[in-house]
């Protein structure tokens, strides 16, 4: 699907968020880190509120997190969505960073069973040629 054709919001990058879609459309979750300490952080910033470091690298997820928070959208003021409600909304702590919160959805899942400390696992939504969104599904031993 190009991405005239898609319906909903996309990822509008910017040099410092650039790399993270990047690495989503390879299918990896990377989370910036500072050059000097290594403190991880998102979303990206262009300097450390660790060291005050404006050096960046790029830190590789395993892709697994547990669900922080979530709500269930049943009415949306944007047009292009109200076919999609109900839709859920989420928080996840990835497990390398438990202090970060990554917002997305979980997919094929009954929105109400969704309960905070679930386990989950990055999934990979080629949404458009362009454009690879991160959503999240309930682990396996979760289930
Ligand atoms: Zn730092």
Redesign the pocket.
Known sequence: MSTEEYAYLLPQPNPLTQPFWDAAKRHELVLQE??????LRHPPAGI?A????EAIGWRTMSGRGTLYSHVVVHQTALPSWRAAVPYNIVMVTPDEAPEIRLYGNVIDFDDSKLKVGLSLVAAFDDATSDDTIIRWRVADADV
């Open positions: 500072c050059g000097e300490c290594g403190k450390c660790e060291c005050g470091s």
